[in-house]
């Protein structure tokens, strides 16, 4: 289960992305630069990516630790699937 505070800070995270996006359709609709609308869609990026790295984060601190001080084997082995199966759809490589 995730932590009250670190849920109420990705919302706000996600709220300020929603901004961003809402804010490069604009940009869109008024024919503003292309590369001043790449630099926007390259922040949206970087900021959702941060939300990725701090639920992931959240994850480890939490589900991942509590299956691996479990004595179920099953569940250990299914943690560790499921973040190879989130690093191999987010590798760039």
């Known amino acids: 289960m995730m932590n009250?505070?670190?849920k109420k800070k990705?919302?706000?995270r996600l709220g300020r992305?929603?901004?961003q996006v809402s804010g490069i359709q604009r940009m869109l609709?008024?024919?503003r630069y292309c590369v001043d609308?790449?630099?926007q869609i390259a922040a949206a990026r970087a900021a959702l990516a941060k939300v990725g790295q701090i639920l992931l984060e959240s994850h480890i601190q939490t589900c991942v630790i509590a299956?691996?001080?479990s004595d179920d084997e099953e569940q250990r082995?299914?943690?560790i699937a499921e973040l190879i199966r989130v690093f191999e759809k987010n590798c760039n490589c």
């Open 29 to 31: 609709e008024e024919d």
């Open 67 to 69: 299956a691996f001080e």
């Open 4 to 6: 009250p505070e670190t």
């Open 10 to 12: 990705l919302e706000a």
């Open 37 to 39: 609308v790449l630099t």
């Open 17 to 19: 992305v929603a901004g």
């Open 77 to 79: 082995a299914e943690k």
